[in-house]
């Protein structure tokens, strides 16, 4: 299967951690990456492989990963990661798909 | 620093074709695996398709095959997407993207991406 699902919509209090999560089968063979996308904006990718930032990423962003499931923390939330988070990877079942999650919205209060 | 520049919005009627230009600088289209990436109004992203490094080839998403077709202008730098037939549902703003294949696992990421262009589909 080349679907990925993310949770519904969470809330952060400014400063605390939140941790969300990207699921699906194709996860076991290749690693997530993630991308943070504010209203009316590009995406921005903010980690990619085993746990890269990019340069200019902040290190509060971090990824890991167990079984068929990928997760992004942000650890001490500020109010710029009020955003969209989507997971993205590639199909493993054998056609070249690759696939975007279905997102997850991010709100610090 | 990769730089994709994509052309302005479109608007079309349904039934017609729209082709969005993305002219890439500071690298060239040779250097680079571009993809198309599209978000409907209030919707997530969906994957297109795009270039394949590991095959040569251009890949569709199944939902768009024999609708689109993605090209390259080496002599410009500009990468194209055309979708044709176009119905209400392809209102979006489409964006051309480079994507990078980890070295050991293939695993992709998307460093790289245009500003995005809007296509409105409607009578």
């Known amino acids: 299967s080349s679907e990925l699902t993310q949770e519904p919509p969470v809330s952060v209090a400014l400063g605390q951690t939140v941790k969300i999560a990207c699921q699906g089968d194709?996860?076991?063979?290749?690693?997530a990456s993630w991308y943070q996308q504010k209203p009316g904006q590009a995406p921005v990718l903010v980690i990619y492989?085993?746990?890269n930032r990019p340069s200019g990423i902040p290190d509060r962003f971090s990824g890991s990963f167990s079984g068929d499931t990928a997760s992004l923390t942000i650890t001490g939330a500020q109010a710029e990661d009020e955003a969209d988070y989507y997971c993205?990877?590639?199909?493993?079942?054998?056609?070249?798909?690759?696939?975007f999650g279905t997102g997850t919205k991010v709100t610090v209060l | 620093q990769v730089q994709l520049v994509q052309s302005g919005a479109e608007v079309k009627k349904p039934g017609a074709s729209v082709k969005v230009s993305c002219k890439v600088s500071?690298?060239?289209?040779?250097?680079?695996?571009m993809h198309w990436v599209r978000q409907a109004p209030g919707k997530g992203l969906e994957w297109m398709g795009g270039?394949?490094?590991?095959?040569?080839?251009?890949i569709y998403a199944q939902k768009f095959q024999g609708r689109v077709t993605m090209t390259e202008d080496t002599s410009t730098d500009t990468a194209y997407m055309e979708l044709s037939s176009l119905r209400s549902e392809d209102t979006a703003v489409y964006y051309c993207?480079?994507?990078?294949?980890?070295?050991?696992?293939?695993?992709?990421?998307?460093?790289?991406w245009g500003q995005g262009t809007l296509v409105t589909v409607s009578s």
């Open positions: 993207a480079t994507v990078v294949h980890d070295y050991y696992d293939s695993s992709p990421s998307y460093p790289h």
């Open positions: 270039f394949h490094p590991e095959d040569g080839e251009t």
């Open positions: 492989g085993k746990n």
């Open positions: 500071t690298y060239t289209l040779t250097e680079l695996s």
């Open positions: 993205n990877s590639r199909d493993s079942s054998g056609n070249h798909d690759y696939v």
């Open positions: 194709s996860l076991r063979s290749y690693y």
